[in-house]
């Protein structure tokens, strides 16, 4: 890490073409993937995709390390380091819409109360929700 960098990493992108994983650490550290495929940027400050014209990618969920798919039952939070409970106590949950590929601010899109809200990633952090099912 850069000296005067904050560690805040962004999301992990997959590169379907070789399959690396890059992540951006903080603001202004770009990485290709190893096939020069894809590339990320930005940390949690923002993310910034650069690809070449085909490539196919995926995102990847920064909490958890696993694919949020569309439809996924998920809790929001508020990602503020100074205050522990609230960071801890979810306050919304929704359907999962996106998670920033489509969105120009890389913010989530969840359905909460049937409207779609667009939840900032640098100040919401979303989790799957695991749903039980009883077995007969």
């Known amino acids: 890490m850069k000296l005067g960098h904050t560690n805040n990493p962004g999301p992990r992108v997959k590169c379907l073409k070789c399959l690396d994983i ?16 894809i590339a990320v940027d930005g940390g949690r400050d ?4 650069s690809y070449k014209p085909g490539a196919e990618y995926e995102v990847l969920d920064d909490e958890t390390g696993s694919d949020l798919k569309v439809g996924d039952l998920v809790e929001l ?5 100074q205050d522990g409970e609230l960071a801890t106590t979810p306050l919304h949950t929704g359907i999962f819409i996106d998670g920033g ?4 601010d890389g913010a989530w899109l969840i359905l909460v109360d049937g409207k779609i809200g667009s939840y900032f990633k640098q100040w919401w952090s979303c989790k799957k929700l695991e749903v039980l099912t009883k077995k007969e």
């Open 77 to 81: 939070f508020v990602d503020d380091p």
């Open 101 to 104: 590929r489509n969105a120009a």
């Open 46 to 49: 923002y993310l910034k995709m």
């Open 22 to 37: 890059v992540q951006s650490l903080y603001r202004h550290d770009f990485k290709w993937c190893a096939c020069q495929s």
